[in-house]
């Protein structure tokens, strides 16, 4: 073997690290068993509280009923959203009103009309 073969050979063997051990429970040190993370304290009126949240949605979902069909309400409000950005950018045109950047001022009308008409009709 060549010298610089061994310098790296001897350089790779010092820098090589022991094999990982699993450390049993016991083996911990105290500072460690003490921490609160292995030990977290759940009380009933915590548990309670967080599920009280989750428990919210579980009212019934509006929907209007069209011709036998149940539709998501928030989808009826896309339609009628998007009928008024149609209405408004007619109206505009009709005033020879310039807009600079078209393709995002219609989708914002529309998400502005929508979320409109759901504050409106249904908060």
Not at 50 to 75: E, K, M, N, Q, Y
Request: aromatic share 12%.
């Amino acid at each position: 073997m060549n010298r610089s073969k061994q310098r790296k050979q001897r350089l790779f063997r010092d820098r090589r690290r022991g094999a990982l051990t699993r450390t049993l429970y016991t083996e911990l040190p105290m500072s460690i068993k003490s921490s609160s993370w292995l030990h977290p304290k759940v009380s009933v009126l915590s548990v309670i509280s967080c599920s009280t949240g989750l428990l919210t949605g579980c009212s019934r979902a509006p929907t209007f009923d069209i011709v036998g069909s149940f539709f998501p309400a928030w989808l009826v409000c896309l339609v009628l959203g998007i009928l008024l950005a149609v209405f408004v950018r007619w109206l505009l045109l009709r005033l020879k009103v310039a807009i600079v950047l078209p393709i995002l001022v219609y989708p914002s009308l529309a998400a502005l009309f929508t979320f409109l008409l759901w504050l409106i009709f249904f908060s």
